[in-house]
């Protein structure tokens, strides 16, 4: 099975930027929907960013203009720069497929501070 490992996360102040990857054990090229997902604290996961296989991207309504998803195939790699972070942009990040493989790594952790 294709293990997610996420990194990247830390502290940052409103309006700062960070970037996140998520390095892949197997190839991505043949997942159609590669996506970065965020839990906040005390709520449910949900889909932030999609790439799809074409490089076509989505973004949810809170993050629109302020992240953008990438990924390079060659290193099995997917990123999340986010820029101008808002302290509710705080929560653990995920990346998995879209659907998800139904299981996930241990996330990173953003914390965006006032």
């Known amino acids: 099975q294709v293990q997610l490992v996420e990194s990247g996360g830390g502290l940052v102040q409103a309006g700062g930027s960070l970037r996140l990857s998520c390095a892949a054990s197997?190839?991505?090229?043949?997942?159609?929907?590669m996506a970065w997902y965020r839990q906040p604290p005390g709520k449910q996961r949900d889909v932030v960013a999609i790439?799809?296989?074409?490089?076509?991207?989505h973004y949810a309504e809170s993050v629109r203009g302020r992240f953008t998803i990438s990924r390079d195939n060659a290193k099995n790699t997917l990123y999340l720069y986010m820029d101008s972070l808002k302290p509710e942009d705080t929560a653990i990040y995920y990346c998995?497929?879209?659907?998800?493989?139904?299981?996930w790594g241990q996330g990173t952790q953003v914390t965006v501070s006032s």
């Open positions: 790439i799809t296989s074409g490089g076509g991207t």
């Open positions: 197997g190839s991505i090229v043949g997942i159609p929907h």
């Open positions: 998995n497929s879209l659907p998800n493989l139904g299981t």
